[in-house]
T-cell receptor, first 115, second 113 residues
Framework: DGGITQSPKYLFRKEGQNVTLSCEQN?????MYWYRQDPGQGLRLIYY???????QKGDIAEGYSVSREKKESFPLTVTSAQKNPTAFYLC??????????????FGEGSRLTVL | GQSLEQPSEVTAVEGAIVQINCTYQ??????LSWYQQHDGGAPTFLSY????GLEETGRFSSFLSRSDSYGYLLLQELQMKDSASYFC??????????????FGSGTRLQVQP
């Protein structure tokens, strides 16, 4: 079955530690995205990538880093510079410019808690 | 920047019709999307309006008026399983070249028996 896999589902981190969230898709989608969701809030864009080896900052990129070395993979690193990293992180993908609706397909999310 | 406003909560009874509004302050976007998210789950795509007017998909319909900077999601024949959060989102920004969705803060719908 095609889909987006995020891991880990739950993650606990001590202050000052970097942590990397995995996102893998086998949908052959060109574009991939990372969103952050806080309780009772909407989704805020962290980073996105339209093609391999290219990515752009979203609205809240500070304290985060990404890479896009393979089409299938778009890992997100939450660095110690992110002051309030506890949140629900959602990875998504979509077809490239050929998509008519721009529909995003989301993974099941990774819930990060900083102790 | 782009901003979208939605009511924070809406309550309705089973079998009824409910409308969730979305007003936005942005221009030059490609279209307006709607997503549903159950508690703890991933958002799922419901509907998309590229042009002004009404789009119907089963029990769900979505409307866009660019001249009024306004859209809405209409849910008919409400079922208990429709209890969820609903998000509007604008696709892209022709002014900046950004090709990503910007989401509203979401509306929590509670369907009562």
């Amino acid at each position: 079955d095609g889909g987006i896999t995020q891991s880990p589902k739950y993650l606990f981190r001590k202050e000052g530690q970097n942590v990397t969230l995995s996102c893998e898709q086998n949908l052959n989608h060109d574009a991939m995205y990372w969103y952050r969701q806080d309780p009772g809030q909407g989704l805020r864009l962290i980073y996105y990538s339209q093609i391999v080896n290219d990515f752009q900052k979203g609205d809240i990129a500070e304290g985060y880093s990404v890479s896009r070395e393979k089409k299938e993979s778009f890992p997100l690193t939450v660095t110690s510079a992110q002051k309030n990293p506890t949140a629900f992180y959602l990875c998504a993908s979509r077809w490239g410019t050929s998509g008519t609706t721009g529909e995003l397909f989301f993974g099941e999310g990774s819930r990060l808690t900083v102790l | 920047g782009q901003s979208l406003e939605q009511p924070s909560e809406v309550t309705a009874v089973e079998g009824a019709i409910v409308q969730i509004n979305c007003t936005y302050q942005t221009s030059g976007f490609y279209g307006l999307s709607w997503y549903q998210q159950h508690d703890g789950g991933a958002p799922t795509f419901l509907s998309y309006n590229a042009l002004d007017g009404l789009e119907e998909t089963g029990r769900f319909s979505s409307f866009l008026s660019r001249s009024d900077s306004y859209g809405y999601l209409l849910l008919q024949e409400l079922q208990m399983k429709d209890s969820a959060s609903y998000f509007c989102a604008v696709r892209g920004n022709m002014d900046t070249g950004r090709r990503a969705l910007t989401f509203g803060s979401g509306t929590r719908l509670q369907v009562q028996p």
